[in-house]
């Protein structure tokens, strides 16, 4: 039976298609442009419109090259042609596309020995022309040098032109334009020299090659005839450029893209093309996807109104998006006091579904820069829930994070050589000194690398604040540098754990073109999404489509978080980003959002010493103000220490991943009798109540029996 499926499929390439997807699929040869919401089946129809045109005898598959930007997009365009019995079509992305017929066409072009590929070594190379300028030569700098000069050649940009086109385009690393361009053209030269090319070349020589070479042209020509371009809204002017050299003024080209989700502007990416289709092919067929195949129609809604408030979008261009699964539970909106309650939440809700039955691989974390995912590794690490971290070096592989932990290793070691407590600096103040070595500033800098380094930095910081805090809340200990860098190593070597499959941590622009049955967005506040240096119109919507793209990934659960502050007891100063305004049901928004409590609604906590009303993340865990007396029972928080030990050793994991010292002395000062009065201590949920929750009331009763 699955053979006589197969085989019928196989000759009739419609065969399943919604009428959209088959009016776009059997559209004749010539220009086809698909408008292709998320979800519609885009990669389904354009596979199935090549496998119709070769059933057709319109092409022979070897005269197609359909080019994506991803080689996992590639790689599942391949598999579906073959799985359609289309065998001999190409499926590259442009670089690999143009790397190839570069390296067919170099003889006839060139003439001598084929110039290497700049890989690895690009950075050092931007370094030497850095030099010999004199331009600062630090990692970041040279970063985003790297960065800029990626994105001037992806615009046909050259360093003559740079700093107008710098100027205009309000283009800011940090160095006056002219230094860039001056950067620029070093490199260039250096690269030239050297017989190099880097993967900007592959585009822009394969283009000149086919331009200014008419055997070559008309070579490649007659072996390609039909071109297909997914994710046509992300493409840059080297692209279209290469693009136009491949046709060669013939029309046979289907594009598919989606304007709403264009997100890699500052690499370069235009929808100009897309929206300019049917200007230049005036007879183009246009077919617009909206039958979203992969959401509920509950994330549906709530992504259509996010996307409706986007700014300056043609009429023609906009798709909403119309559910076609099941109903399934409404998304969920959430405000915290501070970044670690809300990762703590969102471990606790992830631990839920696991345990419901959604696997871990099917559940993402996604938040807006790599450099919040470490509090987020650690929530999970605590929650027991396996993980892994897409799209980014996870926090403690990432360079900047590696030299300010060696770094600190030596002026932990120099303070245990001399005496911890002859310091009166407090622990902040000495780990800002120590990182400032390492290029950490109070104040955050300008350039896209030197940010995305800064926040590593910031976060080690911000590290400090917190355990000096914990440390207040044990009876006014003040932490070591030495112990500083302890929970630095018990932190690092809990969350590198083999590679698993277990629940995503990305970027929202290394999710595109993913999905998941549930996706928690977080750190939804403004200054984070939009991040704080959108600062222009074009900007912030462009960050608007990215948050659309988070929604979109979600196939039934979806919940978005924001946090009030960034540390425990931090000052509630955020705002909940501007992209949720109208979004979020009234009934969860008196005044702002309700937040998960175990107190009954609208209840305070309050100090239970002095009646105040407490304010910090770690008051509400300890049920006390940090300044008021503790009744802190010593000895039941050792034995609880030593059972905590005994646990881990047998688990396996450290110790704070059992439970952190700050919980361990809510416990030792409420001391609960029952599961209920164990729960009701902020940082022990339902999951570790089960798990541990007998042991800790034997270890509180048996401390009872002995006179306490």
């Not at 998304?331 to 631990?351: H, S």
Request: net charge neutral.
């Amino acid at each position: 039976m699955a053979s006589t499926q197969r085989s019928t499929r196989l000759r009739d390439p419609l065969d399943g298609l919604d009428p959209e997807q088959r009016t776009a699929a059997s559209a004749p040869r010539g220009p086809v442009c698909v408008l292709a919401g998320a979800g519609t089946g885009k990669t389904r129809t354009i596979t199935r419109r090549i496998a119709y045109l070769v059933r057709q005898g319109h092409v022979a598959p070897t005269q197609v090259l359909a080019v994506t930007f991803t080689a996992r997009a590639a790689g599942e365009l391949r598999a579906r042609l073959r799985q359609l019995g289309v065998e001999g079509a190409q499926a590259r992305t442009f670089h690999a596309a143009a790397l190839r017929q570069l390296r067919y066409f170099w003889p006839r072009v060139v003439g001598d020995t084929q110039w290497d590929l700049l890989d690895g070594n690009k950075l050092r190379l931007v370094g030497h022309a850095a030099n010999k300028l004199g331009l600062p030569t630090e990692t970041e700098v040279l970063r985003d040098l790297a960065s800029e000069i990626e994105w001037a050649k992806a615009s046909l940009v050259g360093p003559d032109e740079y700093p107008t086109v710098a100027r205009t385009r309000r283009r800011d690393i940090g160095h006056p334009a002219e230094r860039v361009a001056e950067a620029y053209r070093t490199y260039e030269a250096l690269k030239n020299e050297r017989r190099l090319l880097d993967f900007d070349d592959l585009l822009l020589h394969t283009t000149a090659a086919l331009e200014e070479h008419r055997g070559v042209a008309e070579e490649f020509r007659d072996r390609y005839r039909c071109f297909v371009v997914d994710e046509y809204q992300d493409i840059t002017p080297a692209q279209q450029r290469l693009l136009d050299a491949w046709l060669g003024g013939r029309d046979d080209v289907t594009v598919v893209g989606d304007v709403n989700q264009t997100i890699y502007s500052f690499g370069g990416a235009s929808p100009r093309p897309l929206l300019n289709f049917t200007r230049r092919y005036p007879d183009a067929t246009v077919v617009r996807l909206e039958r979203d195949y992969r959401s509920t129609p509950q994330v549906v809604e709530l992504a259509n109104r996010v996307i409706s408030g986007a700014r300056g979008r043609p009429a023609g261009t906009r798709l909403r998006l119309i559910g076609q699964r099941p109903d399934g539970p409404r998304p969920t909106f959430a405000e915290y006091d501070d970044e670690p309650a809300e990762a703590a939440a969102v471990a606790r809700q992830v631990r839920s579904l696991v345990d419901t039955g959604v696997p871990a691989g099917e559940i993402a974390v996604l938040f807006r820069v790599n450099a919040q995912s470490e509090t987020y590794e650690r929530a999970l690490a605590e929650a027991g829930v396996p993980y892994q971290v897409r799209g980014g070096e996870r926090f403690f592989q990432r360079p900047e994070v590696r030299q300010a932990m060696s770094t600190l290793r030596t002026a932990a070691a120099a303070e245990s050589r001399t005496s911890a407590a002859a310091s009166s600096a407090e622990l902040p103040a000495m780990v800002g000194d120590v990182l400032a070595t390492v290029g950490w500033t109070p104040r955050q800098p300008s350039g896209g690398a030197a940010r995305e380094r800064w926040s590593g930095l910031q976060a080690l910081y911000e590290l400090a604040e917190e355990l000096t805090a914990e440390f207040a809340a044990l009876a006014g200990q003040r932490p070591t540098l030495t112990r500083y860098v302890a929970e630095l190593e018990q932190r690092a070597a809990a969350q590198h754990p083999p590679a698993v499959d277990g629940v995503t941590l990305a970027s929202l622009h290394a999710a595109k073109g993913l999905e998941w049955d549930a996706v928690f967005l977080v750190g939804l506040a403004d200054g984070t999404v939009p991040i704080q240096h959108a600062t222009t119109d074009e900007a912030v919507e462009e960050e608007r489509r990215l948050f659309y793209v988070g929604v979109t990934r979600a196939r039934e659960h979806l919940a978005l978080s924001w946090s009030l502050s960034r540390s425990p007891g931090g000052r509630p100063h955020r705002r909940r980003s501007r992209f949720l305004h109208g979004l979020v049901p009234e009934a969860e928004v008196p005044g702002r959002v309700r937040r998960p409590s175990r107190r009954r609604a609208g209840a305070r906590a309050l100090c239970r010493v002095c009646g105040r009303e407490l304010q910090s993340t770690l008051e509400v865990k300890v049920g006390r103000c940090v300044d008021c007396p503790s009744d802190l029972d010593e000895e039941l928080l050792e034995r609880l220490r030593a059972w905590r030990a005994e646990k881990a050793r047998e688990l396996k994991i450290p110790a704070f991943v059992v439970f952190t010292d700050a919980t361990l002395v809510a416990i030792a000062e409420q001391r609960p009798s029952d599961i209920h009065g164990l729960v009701s201590i902020s940082g022990i949920g339902a999951t570790k109540a089960e798990r541990f929750g007998e042991d800790i009331l034997a270890v509180v009763d048996g401390t009872a029996a002995g006179g306490h």
